[in-house]
């Protein structure tokens, strides 16, 4: 399901966006959700390399500090 967002963007801002999306071929829409997504999706994969990078180390966290 999707959700709809409304954002207030000064003129030219949105102008801008709109030349964007125009010469990628594709809406205001699909451009502003790309953008986000991929946002996103860099957040998630620098946590995951964090946890990734913890786990590595774990076996001295539990030495050090204890259980």
Request: glycine share 4%; net charge negative.
């Amino acid at each position: 399901m999707s959700r709809h967002v409304t954002i207030r963007l000064d003129e030219e801002f949105h102008d801008r966006l709109k030349a964007r999306a125009a010469a990628q071929g594709t809406t205001v829409t699909a451009l502003i959700t790309e953008v986000t997504t991929r946002e996103l999706d860099e957040d998630r994969e620098r946590f995951l390399a964090g946890v990734e990078e913890f786990a590595e180390h774990w076996d001295y966290f539990q030495e050090r500090f204890g259980k």
